[in-house]
């Protein structure tokens, strides 16, 4: 029997994974959950001895019920490959007394990368199974990170094509020098002349377009995207929860069963989500340890179970959580209103209209799996220097997040004997300034290649290729468009 799934919106209406990946959305605007979280069927013996390629299909078989063993396994061969810097994928370094789980070892040295190396395989063998016969097309607004690694993953990648359109003005010259140098023969990028939100619109407006769809199909392609929010994102997520615990049990670091804590910097909600399917599928853990930024949304939720986004948006040297809506939450929302979808699509509905909704007591209570706290951007930075200084392991302003948070947590619950995981989610050559200036304010002086090369020498870690190849790189797209003009320009690229 294939495991079905269903929007948090309306329960009525089932659809197969594949279904689920290639639609993305639901049509109500609600997002695909499974019917039931399957449990892991293999012990942790078996485990302890796989590789990460093995641990992904023991994991994500049990979600993606109506792929074939050769199609899965083909999808985890293809992402999980020498695009990854080590073959651990996703190793573990043990520094004052954590053990940080590094996700940072893809093609933009980032977590996002993850789930976007394998996304495109799924989705075009989605395609296939589905006798979908044109090509997909991936439209996607980017205000810097999430276009690249959706580009990385889609390079090259058969029966697909990918248009990122991003602010001309509006992202660091580090970010667009690493869009415009992206390779592969189906890679697209255009800066529009206007803001983040005017392209997203755009796009949107895209793919609603009854006539450009037409249009579309004539000429053999459709739209899909690659949210965060799809399915195919989120299960490949709680692959390296399972690998991690695994992994500890091998190295003798716990004891069977013996439970663990698990610590996410959080901003959509999508990674910390996933740490919380693991945990349903009977992996050991005792808390889910969520970690905000100033823009303390989901902090505030967990202590007072209001969900209010009518605040100031404050811009951190965390970007990547950076968030007022955390879109994944309602999947969690969901599920402690006991999956009522009628109780989940009210709270949503208020979201829109007034920015807020409040749980009620019976649901607050369900979220005891949870700890929430943030930390300020002087907290941030005092983690990178002290980590730095006691231990000589330099993180990311992300993943320092979660570091500051976990020091709240010990110090406030007293737990400091339950081993702990803390998600790395970058390489601090992604945000070498930031982690520069937190270890010391001397370095403000220095040039930006200059630091990427002092980091290399404080860390003693080699400087990524991914770093590498922005500083040499060729620049291969040279678009640029009006708002008004996106369309054209998409028809240009597709329709010879
Ligand atoms: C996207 C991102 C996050 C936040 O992850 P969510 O799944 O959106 O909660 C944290 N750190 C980095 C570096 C990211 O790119």
Redesign the pocket.
């Known amino acids: 029997m294939d495991l079905l799934y269903s929007s948090t919106r309306n329960s009525e209406k089932k659809f197969t994974a594949s279904q689920a990946i290639l639609k993305g959305l639901a049509d109500d605007g609600g997002l695909f959950v499974p019917e039931s979280i399957p449990a892991l069927d293999v012990s942790i013996e078996e485990l302890s001895k796989m590789s990460y390629q093995e641990t992904a299909y023991a994991v994500m078989k049990k979600f993606l019920t109506d792929f074939t063993e050769e199609e899965l396994k083909n999808c985890i061969d293809r992402a999980y490959d020498s695009k990854f810097d080590t073959p651990q994928i996703a190793p573990l370094v043990n520094a004052d007394g954590a053990y940080y789980l590094e996700l940072f070892h893809g093609s933009t040295i980032?977590?996002?990368d993850m789930a976007l190396s394998i996304l495109p395989h799924l989705l075009t063998t989605a395609a296939k199974k589905n006798n979908v016969k044109n090509d997909i097309v991936i439209l996607t607004a980017t205000s810097g990170?999430t276009g690249k690694a959706a580009m990385a993953g889609f390079a090259d990648v058969e029966g697909t094509q990918i248009i990122v359109f991003y602010p001309k003005n509006g992202v660091s010259p580090i970010q667009e020098k690493q869009m415009l140098t992206q390779k592969g023969a189906n890679t697209h990028v255009v800066g529009i002349h206007g803001n983040f939100d005017q392209a997203q619109s755009a796009v949107k407006k895209m793919f609603n377009d009854k006539d450009l769809e037409k249009v579309m199909d004539d000429a053999g392609y459709q739209f899909s995207s690659a949210n965060?929010i799809n399915i195919g994102r989120l299960v490949p997520q709680i692959v390296y929860y399972v690998y991690a615990y695994a992994k500890l049990y091998a190295n003798g670091d716990i004891a069977k069963d013996e439970k663990i804590n698990v610590v996410?910097?959080?901003?959509?909600?999508?990674?910390?989500l996933a740490a919380f399917y693991a945990k349903n599928m009977g992996l050991p853990i005792a808390k889910l340890i969520c970690a905000s930024n100033e823009n303390k949304v989901l902090y505030d939720f967990f202590t007072t179970g209001e969900y209010n986004k009518n605040r100031e948006f404050i811009l951190t040297n965390?970007p990547?959580?950076d968030?007022l809506i955390?879109s994944?939450l309602e999947r969690l929302i969901y599920r402690i209103a006991g999956n009522d979808a009628a109780k989940n699509a009210g709270l949503m509905k208020e979201l829109s209209e007034t920015g807020k909704y409040t749980v009620t007591p019976e649901m607050k209570e369900k979220l005891t799996d949870f700890y929430g706290n943030y930390t300020s951007e002087k907290e941030t930075g005092e983690a990178i220097k002290k980590l730095y200084e006691d231990t000589g392991y330099v993180i990311?302003t992300?993943t320092a997040v979660a570091a500051g948070v976990y020091d709240k947590y010990k110090k406030e619950t007293g737990d400091t004997k339950t081993k702990t995981v803390i998600a790395s989610?970058?390489s601090p050559f992604?945000f070498t300034r930031s982690v520069m200036e937190a270890i010391d304010s001397k370095y403000a002086s220095m040039g930006d290649f200059e630091l990427v090369d002092e980091l290399s020498k404080i860390a003693n870690v080699k400087v990524p290729q991914a770093i590498e190849d922005i500083r040499s790189a060729k620049i291969l797209h040279d678009t640029e468009c009006d708002v008004d003009k996106m369309e054209d320009t998409v028809k240009a690229f597709l329709i010879k």
Not at 264 to 272: K, M, S, Y
């Open positions: 980032a977590f996002k990170d965060s996410v910097p959080t901003g959509n909600f999508g990674n910390i965390s990547s959580m968030i955390s994944n990311d992300h989610t970058a992604k």
